[in-house]
Every structure is written in C-alpha cells, then in structure tokens.
C-alpha cells in the first residue's frame, strides 16, 4: 500500500481535486504566451530608410502629383530581387529622374548609403513592437532573436534553479512565488526603458515560467490518484494548445507590443492571490519529515471531498505505514553521472540526448519564424496551434501500432522530409508552403509526445526523475538555439531550414539505436536495464510498460511530466524533476 492508497481513502479524484487541477491548469492557457510572445512583441514590420529630405513625403506626394509609394523610389533603391524597396539602404541624392515614365534606371551605379535617418515602419500588421522602437533591423536585426534566445536561457536557468528549492521548500511555496515573480517582472517588461532592461526581465520571466510549469504539474499530479491521471493529463496539456491559439487572438486585437506584454503577464496576479489555497503536497511533506502537516493536508483534503468521517481514522501510524516504502527509497540518491555509467544507459541516454535536442530545435525554429510564410502572422499562429491537437492522437495511434521506436524513427524523419521540401517550393506559392510547415509542426509535436513516453519507459524506476530532468535539458537548450539559428537566412535563405531538417534527419538515425519498449516490462532498477537488454531474461518484479494514455504532453511543459509508475512506486519524489541533480 502506497499514498496513492490514501488519496483513495480521502475522496479519490474528488471535489478537492477538480478544483485543484482546474485553478493550477488555468495559467497554462499563458504559458504558451509567454513562450512564442516573441513572434508578436518582436515582430518585424515592413520598413524603409527615412528619405534624404526635409519635407514630408506626403507634402511632396502633392506637389509632384504622384503616389507615395512612386515617391520613395526617388530615395529607396529596390531590394536585389527588384520586387520591393531595400529596407537598408537608400539613395545618397534623390533620383527625381524615376519618376518620368519613360527613364530608365540602373540602381547598382547610383550611391547609396545606409539609413543614417532611421527607418519609416509600416503600421498596418503591428502598431509597435520592439523591432519598431529599437530599430532592431539591418545590422541590429539579430538583437531581434537573442530575446528569444535569452529568454529560454531564463527558462533552463529556472528548471535547475527552481528544481532545486522546490525540493528543498516545497512545491506550493515556490509556486506560489513563481507566479509574484511573473507578475511583477513580465508587466516591468512591458514597462522597458531600452532594449537591454526588457532582456533582463525577459530572462527572469523565463526563470519563473519554468518555476511554474515545474512545480505546476508536480503539485497537481502528486495529488490526483493513479487510476485518473490519464484522463487529467490529457485534458490539462490541451491548456497549452488553447494557448497558443489566444495569444494569436490577443496579439491581433492589441497590436502593441508593450499593451500585449502587459495583457499576457497581469492575470498572474490572479493566479499568485488565490493559490494560497493549494495544500503543500503530502507526500513532499511525509518524505521531509513534516508528517503532521502531511497529515493535516490529508484531513483537510477529506472534508472538502465529503469524507468527514475519514478524518479521525487516519493518523500518523497509519500515514507513516502507508509510506513506508517512499520513505526507504528516497533515502537512495541518484545523480545524472549514473546515466553514462553503464553501457546501456550510456547508450540510451547518448540518443536521447539528440532526440530531445533536435525535436525542440525543429519545433520551435517552425514556431518562432511564422512571418516569412507570407500568410498573416495571426493566421499562421491559430493555425499552428490548432495542428497540434490532431498531431497529438496521431502520435498515440502510431506509438499503440508500430512501436516506440518506429514512431520516434517517422515522426523525426517525416519532419526533416517537410523543412527540406519547404525549401524548394516558390516563395509565391504560399498555400503549399504553409500547408507544409504545418505539416513539419505536425510531427515535431508527435515526436514531443512520442519521446515523453518514450523516455518514461527506456529509464529504470530509481532513475528516471533524473533522467527525464536530465535529457530534458537538452530540450532547452535546443529551444534556446533554434531563434539563433535564424540569422543564418542572411547569409543563405534557405540555410535555416537545411540545418533544423538536418538536426532532425541525425536524430532519427541515433533514434534507430533505441531498444523496443511497447508491451515490455517496465524496469526498476539500472541492473534491470542491463540484463533486460542483453537479452537475459527480465526479473519477475518488473511492471507493465507505462500505459500510453498516462498523459499527451506539450512542449511547453518540458521534462515536469511524472511519470503514472513512478508515483506508484515512491521514486525520490524529492528529487522533483531531476534537474536539481545536474
């Protein structure tokens, strides 16, 4: 017998635990903001060098009885493709000549400059952004995707750091301050005086978004009995989808970056004044030794979900006797260097390692770059968050007929066939080209779901936690270099795309040396992996494989995800996510 035994005894899934799941799952529906709000606040609006002239160019529009945009041909060079002006350059002394319909004109003999006057921003898809207010442009344009890049390092940054006191002072109180922290610095960002403050708050409000999906999901699942964690997990992770599809919503009726920074980040406030009603998990309790406060969250738990009369028989010999076995294993430690010990953890620690990497790279190097599709930014986010839904079960159906391996193998190979064909198809045939990175999100979020379950079930019970904080790392890292990677489109456009496709086609290939997992026993212990996959014969203990519906998980929530077995057998529960470990 086990605590879940005990959440058995108190109610089960009861009214206690619909209005716990519910208020932590709410801030889910920001999370998703708060990861892809850099498509939004950083969007870049067509743009041109400010004219080499004193008057206005409407003024000048009436005097020469032309058309604006005629206009600017007299200041602004064409672009090398001669379809647009250049946004960068402009035209040392006026070309008044173009504007006689019968003169010619050979742009690359005339002097140019760059813009020494600023730049004129369209206002008709983004009212202001900070590419509009910093002039993040030009030679500053990669400043654009270090934002990105510095907020995901806050992300990581937060992962190890929040692990850590999470286990040390308790789910709930770190929660609890992750949501202040939001609060307070994501509504200063949007109070930013220069581009360097908005990166600080930027990188600190990457720290307390992963402090909340950390500690969200572990207080959420360490209080919800075995049997309804597959229909929790599913549900909840939609959160994140629905997100997406609001930020585009949001993004579209405020158009400004600073009111949308502002909108995104305030209902923490909300979230930070009624989670003082959280209980501390019990379980966190009992294995630090605060039995009678465990205990009291127990009692307290029973009356909400109607079970007054449970109150009196459950004590703290009965609590204690119902946690023995926790209590024994969490006084094992395990660290991350027990992951390349042995030959075969080693084995499957090195490819999940570039599985995670390459799966989070591709996603979010889609994710990030909505703008070059030509399609409206807004469209394009609905729709990329919609495709995630479908891709979802596409991922179950796939992993309950062909395996963990063979699913892990297709979603990561079928993702790099789509980014590589995206390269070859004409910039104006924009249906197909949107048609295809949807396709290309499609299955870089199967292959999140696939390697969530995948990982689960390729580590041994006593490791797992580290081993899912460990390779999920790897995820973060990879979220934090794909914004960068976009800059390469200056010197190749299609030089972005080749690398994603190419990080995903070498992870397929490591994911080939992955050992088979549905159907098969769920191991325990290292020695369990080493005998099982040197094709000894497997120890009677082991269980059943993690089921496939113990949750669909989103990208958003990296490495948080607790495992349905893992919670059955009491595994270093104080080891939180693992990450603490590293």
Request: aromatic letters at 10%.
């Amino acid at each position: 017998m086990g605590f879940t035994d005990l959440l058995e005894e108190v109610g089960g899934f009861g009214r206690y635990q619909w209005i716990h799941v519910t208020l932590i799952s709410l801030p889910g529906l920001l999370m998703a903001s708060q990861n892809l709000l850099n498509n939004f606040v950083s969007g870049i609006p067509a743009h041109h060098c400010n004219p080499a002239t004193n008057q206005s160019l409407r003024d000048l529009a009436l005097t020469y009885q032309v058309d604006e945009q005629q206009l600017l041909k007299v200041f602004i060079p064409p672009d090398p493709s001669g379809n647009r002006l250049d946004r960068c350059r402009r035209y040392v002394e006026p070309q008044w000549h173009v504007l006689h319909l019968n003169s010619s004109l050979n742009a690359s003999q005339l002097q140019t400059e760059g813009c020494v006057d600023g730049w004129s921003f369209d206002q008709s898809e983004f009212s202001s952004t900070t590419v509009s207010e910093w002039d993040l442009v030009c030679s500053l344009r990669p400043l654009k995707q270090m934002i990105q890049t510095i907020y995901m390092g806050g992300v990581l940054t937060g992962a190890i750091i929040f692990g850590g006191l999470s286990d040390r002072f308790g789910r709930k109180s770190v929660l609890i301050w992750s949501y202040l922290q939001l609060a307070v610095l994501g509504c200063s960002s949007a109070l930013s005086p220069s581009y360097t403050a908005y990166c600080i708050f930027r990188f600190l409000s990457g720290m307390a978004v992963s402090g909340i999906i950390l500690n969200g999901v572990s207080l959420k699942v360490e209080w919800i009995p075995t049997k309804t964690r597959t229909l929790v997990g599913t549900l909840t992770s939609f959160f994140f989808t629905f997100g997406q599809m609001i930020l585009a919503g949001l993004a579209y009726w405020l158009r400004d970056w600073r009111k949308l920074q502002l909108v995104v980040c305030a209902p923490m406030f909300i979230f930070f004044a009624y989670s003082w009603w959280y209980a501390e998990s019990a379980r966190w309790l009992v294995l630090n030794r605060r039995s009678e406060k465990a205990l009291k969250s127990l009692h307290r738990v029973a009356r909400i979900n109607r079970r007054p009369e449970i109150v009196d028989k459950l004590t703290l010999e009965v609590l204690h006797s119902h946690m023995s076995k926790e209590i024994e294993s969490s006084r094992s430690s395990f660290t991350a260097f027990d992951l390349l010990k042995t030959r075969r953890i080693r084995r499957i620690s090195i490819c999940l390692i570039a599985v995670w990497f390459s799966t989070s790279f591709a996603y979010y190097g889609l994710a990030m770059d909505l703008q070059k599709f030509g399609v409206s930014i807004y469209l394009m986010q609905i729709i990329f968050g919609a495709v995630d839904i479908p891709a979802k079960f596409l991922a179950l159906g796939l992993l309950s007929y062909l395996g963990r391996r063979v699913s892990q193998v297709s979603c990561l190979f079928l993702s790099a066939i789509i980014i590589f064909a995206n390269i070859f198809v004409p910039t104006d045939m924009q249906n197909l080209r949107t048609a295809l990175a949807c396709l290309g999100k499609a299955f870089t979020s199967a292959s999140f779901t696939t390697v969530y379950l995948y990982t689960g079930e390729l580590y041994p019970t006593v490791i797992r936690q580290t081993g899912m904080g460990f390779v999920s790392t790897m995820a973060r890292i990879g979220s934090m270099a794909a914004p960068a990677v976009l800059i390469l489109d200056e010197v190749f456009p299609a030089l972005p795309s080749v690398v994603y496709g190419g990080a995903a086609v070498l992870a397929s290939g490591f994911a080939c040396f992955l050992p088979e997992t549905l159907n098969k026993p769920l191991p325990d212990t290292i020695e369990d992996v080493e005998q099982i996959r040197s094709g000894r014969s497997s120890p009677s203990h082991l269980k059943e494989g993690v089921s496939l519906k113990e949750g669909v998980v989103s990208p958003d929530d990296w490495g948080v995800v607790i495992k349905e077995g893992e919670a059955v057998k009491g595994i270093n529960d104080k080891e939180g996510s693992g990450l603490n470990a590293l």
